[in-house]
């Protein structure tokens, strides 16, 4: 009997702080579309989402931390969306290339912010994290299905076509160079049309 209260106390617990985590990243998404990254504090986004700083901190021990899951969590969102859209659109790997490349491109510009904040912090926020090394797996594998390995270095056309996906190249390109992302998408894509029709 005595377990049986333990176990029903137990997980409402669970239950609540489940809720409480997604409370906190969707308002943390909101206030961060809102006001911007670097504007947000962690009291800030306590206040919103309706949490004490104890249980924020108790899920994100730092705003780096909370930035990681928001990119995560869209991180995942992109992968599952590329598998399913691969699985059900036999399309040509010309197509399809197209579609994952602009889909990256959208991602990136979704999360500039984030990613640029995290990037001060973590050197290897941009492509050659791990989180990211997924894409450049697709990229060859689309490229693989192209038959381009029979005209060219497949491994290096995979790594520049994902090099100018990189967060902080497009961050370069759009700050420094001034080149918006429709120009940077065209770019991107015009490149891809090149390789692929030799």
Same mark, same amino acid.
């Given at each position: 009997m005595n377990d049986f209260v333990i176990f029903q106390d137990a997980r409402p617990t669970r239950s609540d702080a489940v809720k409480n985590r997604e409370q906190i990243l969707r308002t943390a998404q909101e206030l961060i579309h809102e006001r911007g990254v670097e504007s947000v504090t962690m009291s800030a986004v306590a206040e919103a989402a309706g949490v004490g700083k104890g249980t924020l901190y108790r899920h994100f021990p730092g705003k780096p931390q909370l930035l990681e899951e928001l990119i995560d969590a869209d991180q995942r969102d992109?992968?599952? =969306? $590329?598998? *399913?859209? !691969? =699985?059900?659109? %036999?399309?040509? %790997?010309?197509?399809?290339l197209h579609w994952f490349v602009t889909e990256v491109i959208a991602f990136v510009e979704r999360n500039m912010g984030l990613l640029s904040t995290i990037t001060v912090i973590q $050197? /290897?926020?941009?492509v050659d994290h791990p989180a990211h090394y997924w894409w450049r797996q697709t990229i060859r594998g689309l490229l693989t299905q192209a038959g381009i390995a029979q005209h060219l270095d497949i491994e290096y056309v $995979?790594? !520049?076509? *994902?090099? +100018? !996906? /990189? %967060?902080?190249? +497009? $961050? *370069? +390109?759009?700050r420094t160079r001034g080149y918006d992302i429709e120009r940077q998408r065209d770019a991107v894509l015009g490149v891809v049309d090149t390789l692929l029709a030799r």
């Amino acid at each position: 009997m005595n377990d049986f209260v333990i176990f029903q106390d137990a997980r409402p617990t669970r239950s609540d702080a489940v809720k409480n985590r997604e409370q906190i990243l969707r308002t943390a998404q909101e206030l961060i579309h809102e006001r911007g990254v670097e504007s947000v504090t962690m009291s800030a986004v306590a206040e919103a989402a309706g949490v004490g700083k104890g249980t924020l901190y108790r899920h994100f021990p730092g705003k780096p931390q909370l930035l990681e899951e928001l990119i995560d969590a869209d991180q995942r969102d992109l992968q599952n =969306r $590329t598998l *399913y859209y !691969l =699985r059900t659109h %036999p399309g040509t %790997p010309m197509e399809n290339l197209h579609w994952f490349v602009t889909e990256v491109i959208a991602f990136v510009e979704r999360n500039m912010g984030l990613l640029s904040t995290i990037t001060v912090i973590q $050197t /290897d926020a941009g492509v050659d994290h791990p989180a990211h090394y997924w894409w450049r797996q697709t990229i060859r594998g689309l490229l693989t299905q192209a038959g381009i390995a029979q005209h060219l270095d497949i491994e290096y056309v $995979t790594d !520049l076509i *994902y090099v +100018m !996906l /990189d %967060p902080r190249v +497009m $961050t *370069y +390109m759009g700050r420094t160079r001034g080149y918006d992302i429709e120009r940077q998408r065209d770019a991107v894509l015009g490149v891809v049309d090149t390789l692929l029709a030799r």
